[in-house]
């Protein structure tokens, strides 16, 4: 019998080891409707309003004010705001994901670039612009664990980073021509690349 057993049990490893010709079920084609500037305009720039917000020094008048999340309640709702930022990055850079809808056009011609501009800068380098959405979600990760370890000076530092992957993405991509945008990013120490 524990042989019977022992054949039966090599016989089933044999099987389950047994490479199938099959193809792999195809991933579920999913839409995207949603364009960058949607992505941007109902989740990136709220939520990194809400951070931005969340921590902060205030010199009036009356002196220093120092603003931080307080209340368990508090830290949670910065947490939930911060992991917006961290998988949108996920979402803007997705493949087809067009930057806005067809005929949009910019909403300030002067200093910022058409749609369709920003579309073919990155579309001639692609691994670039990754690399920027990458340097955002580096930012939210750095966020995200001050945030669980309630360290608000560390949370400031992360925005500070957040701040600077978002401009250094901008100045590139949707207004490279504006020369007061771009002196202030210098006078800020802030790398253009």
Known sequence: MKTYGLFLIVILTSVACTKTDAPAPAAPQLSRPATIRDIMDSMVDPSGDFL?????EIVDEKGIQQIAPQTDEDWAMVRRHAFILLEAPNLITMEGRKVAGSGEKAEFP????????IQRLIDA??????RRAKRLQDSAAAALKAIDSKDKDELFKALVSIDHACENCHLHYW???DKRALEAAREEGLTID
Do not use: G
């Open 52 to 56: 931005f917000e969340s921590v902060r």
């Open 110 to 117: 002067e200093v910022e670039l058409h749609p369709e501009e």
């Open 125 to 130: 380098d692609r691994p670039s612009f990754i």
């Open 175 to 177: 207004y490279p021509n």
